[in-house]
């Protein structure tokens, strides 16, 4: 099987050859290419390279074509701060009072040059891999991209005190959203991963996403035109696992603080689950530390598809070694073959 | 159960809600009742540390804790304005975010701190070489630290080399997502402890100020 069938079949909810396996590695490439991170996301040709060399290396199931969450704050105004050793930072908010909320309009993304990059990463990509290996694009949820906007607590207080300028704000930012997500489509991403940490009940109680998040997914999903992947970036969902089930989402990505198992009882073939392996312990994993890590999560979910092995964050930090990745590599290789008998089921 | 709790569990479950009026008259209650310390130490912190154990566990959400960090702060400076005595006589202790630029833990902590009645300064956002000269112009004793990001978390390492290349034995408690995704990384960056919600950071502060003042 091709990465792309394989992951077709795990989506499908049928049991492909193994279990796939996604490691989204975003920043490594540029250590493949001798670059500092602001240098390697300053050029797409870099990030098409490094992803190149990252699938060659760890012989994962896709590639991504996510540079960083704050480009997408950038569109809106925002300045980001490179460090040498992580993502970059959205420095500040753009919207410093909140009557900056009534006059905001969404920007438009070929007048913004760092989402141009990334849609040449994605032709590239797709250029030279063809429909062999599942190429992903992202795009932060209307719900959750205030953080960079306005700063977390201005924000928290926005969701239980403006109701009239939240609606104004997520009008704004969801049409910002699916053009940002039907542009990396169209420019040959396979799906998106819609990003919402802010809807995670670490962040927001149940009742509350109810009544703000999850309507602001569901009539985003429902315009964007491909497969969506909800990630809730580490934070925990099993409260509303059925709720993003019904979202429209094809796929969703479960925190290394979730039960897998738990997961799986939950939605059932509604959904595919991607996850959980724990990206920050990740760091210190011995190969024995990742061989039982992955035996954990496929004995979990691994059973009749469904299910794609991924870090919980959707992003490896960059103090991950190589060692820890293709170890991991080299456990799926050796647990992940369907049918999994190993795992009793 | 006995009063006292009765009055916890309801001013925490208000708070849950953020039903303004009912804190409002739940406060009202315990001033009417106790003096104002009592009405901290036995209503407010209380309350607090079951919203910030609930979160822990995955049972409240960090909107509600800040929510209810923030209105209880509110209502502690009401009881005690900066220069009531009891506010003097503690550590020297400052919060502050290391590195990153996400701030919301930070706030969470020291609105929780003033409402249990505690002094801190809040350094803001700094990086470490900032950090460490404010720490060590301001002679403290605690510095409390958050962060969201790895790459921040490992920053903490510089600050705790340079206290100890200066021989200053400031106590450093940290805290943010990166230590609740391995609880073995505080001791791998030199703090001295780590707290897993705002209500750890009572703890650690008052555990602390013990240790020194015996």
Known sequence: MTPQQRVQAAMAHRQPDRVPVFLLATMHGAKELGLGIREYFSRAEH??????????????DCVSASFYSALEAEAFGCETMFIEDGPPNC?????????????LRPPRVIETPGLLRVLEAIRGLKERLGGRLPILGSAIAPFSLPV?????????????????????LMAVNRRFCVAWANAQLAAGATAVGYADPVSSTTIVPRDLYLRTGHRVATST?????????????????????????????????????????????????RVTLVGNLNGVAMRRWTAADAEGEVKRAIAAAGR??????????????????????????????RWGRYPLDWTGG | MADAQVLTHRLRDALESLDRPRIEELFRLAVGRQAPLQVIENLIVPALVEIGEAWADGRVALSQVYMSSRICEELVARLLPPSVPVRKGQLRQAIA???????????????????SGFDILDYGRMEADELVDRALADDLQ??????????????????????????????????????LFDDGLWREVGADAMGRNAADGIAMVRRWAGEVSS
């Open chain 1, 47 to 60: 990030v098409i390279e490094g992803q190149l060399r990252l699938q060659a290396k760890y012989r994962g």
């Open chain 1, 91 to 103: 420095a500040g908010p753009v919207l410093r009072r909140d009557e900056d909320i009534d006059r």
């Open chain 1, 148 to 168: 960079m906007q306005m700063g977390f607590a201005r924000y928290i207080e926005l969701i239980y005190e403006q109701p009239r300028r939240l609606a104004r």
């Open chain 1, 221 to 269: 999903l429902a315009r964007i035109k491909g497969p969506t992947a909800y990630h809730l970036a580490s934070g925990r969902g099993l409260p509303i696992a059925r709720d993003i089930a019904a979202t429209g989402a094809v796929a969703v990505g479960v925190s290394a603080l979730d039960d897998l198992a738990a997961w799986k009882a939950a939605v059932g073939d």
């Open chain 1, 304 to 333: 009749g598809g469904g299910f794609i092995l991924a870090d919980s964050h959707g992003e490896v930090p960059w103090q991950v070694p190589d060692e820890v990745l293709l170890a991991i590599r080299a456990a799926v290789e």
């Open chain 2, 97 to 115: 975010v290391l590195g990153d630029y996400h701030l919301l833990g930070k706030r969470i902590v020291l609105s929780v701190l003033r409402a």
């Open chain 2, 142 to 179: 605690i510095l409390l630290i958050s962060v969201l990001m790895l790459p921040s978390a490992l920053k903490v390492r510089e600050v705790r080399a340079a206290f100890e290349e200066r021989r200053r034995p400031i106590r450093i408690g940290v805290g943010g997502a990166p230590f």
